[in-house]
C-alpha cells in the first residue's frame, strides 16, 4: 500500500481546519488552500499548515492525498478546473453530508490515474471559519466511507490508515443511498426540528430562555450556517421529507393522546421509546 505522506486541505473551515491541525500533529506535510486570508494566516499561526494559498495548483502536483472541505456543488466545478495539476496516483476525498446527487459528476470529472474516494467524516460543529477548528473533534467518531462501483480496496486501506492515525474511530463502509438516508434521519432531521422548535413562537421561546441548559442544549444544533445546510437540506430532499414526514406522524400521537386526556396511549408511546433508547445504548456498548 501507498505511503501518504503529503496532503493538501482545500477549505480550512471547522472540519477541514481540524484535520489540519490533527494530520500536522503526527508528521505529515499539510498544504492548505482556502478563499479567505484569514483561514489561510490563522492555520499558518497555529502551525496546522506549511504552506497556504488560495489556489491549489503548485500543492495538487505534488500531493498524495487531497481532501476537499467544499460544499457539495463547489466539488465538481473544483475538479473541473485544477483536476489537470493532480498528480497521477492521488487519493482524491471529500468531507461532504450527501452523496448521491454528485457521485456520478465526480467520478466523471476524476483525472486519469487519480481515485476519488466519498467520505463523510462524522464530526464538526455548528459554528464556521478555522478559528473553530479543533482536532479533539475528530477523536473517536465515526467515519463513513461510501463505496462505489468505482471503489478500490486500496483506496478504502489508504483512508482508513489515515483517519485512523489522526483519531477516527469506527470506520464503516456503506453505499450513497444508504448513506443518504440515514443522514436525512440522523442528522438533517434533527437539525430541522431544532430550528423549527426555536422559530415557533417568540413568547415560547423567550420564555424558554429562563428554563436553563435543557432548552440551550436542545436548540444548540439550530445555530447552522445557513448556506451548506440549505444545500444539504435539498441535495436530499426526498430522504429529508420522508424522514420529516415520520417525525409528523410520531408528534401527532402524541398530540392527540394529550388532547384526549388517553394517559394509555401516553405511556404506552413512552415505554416504546425508552426501550429503543436503551437498545441504541446497548448496540452501542457492545461496539
Known sequence: MKEDKVITIVGLG????SYAIA???????VYGVNRSKEGLDLALQAGAIKEGAHTPEKFFEKS?????????NQIIDYLEKYGKYIKKGCLISDVAGIKSMFVDKINANVPDGCEFLFCHPMAGREKRGFKYADDKVLQGANFLIVKTENTSE???CRMTKLVKDIGFGNVRITDAATHDKV????????HAIAVSLINSDDENSETASYIGDSYRDLTRIANINEDLWSELFMGNKQNLLHSITSFENQLSLLKKAVEDNDDKTLKELFVKSTARRIGLEKKKSDK
Do not use: E, N, R
Request: charged share 15%; net charge neutral.
Open 154 to 156: 486500496d483506496a478504502i
Open 64 to 72: 498524495d492525498i487531497i481532501i476537499i472541505a467544499l460544499y457539495p
Open 183 to 190: 443522514i436525512a434521519y440522523t442528522s438533517q432531521l434533527p
Open 23 to 29: 494530520l500536522s500533529k503526527k508528521g505529515y506535510t
Open 14 to 17: 471547522v472540519v477541514g481546519g
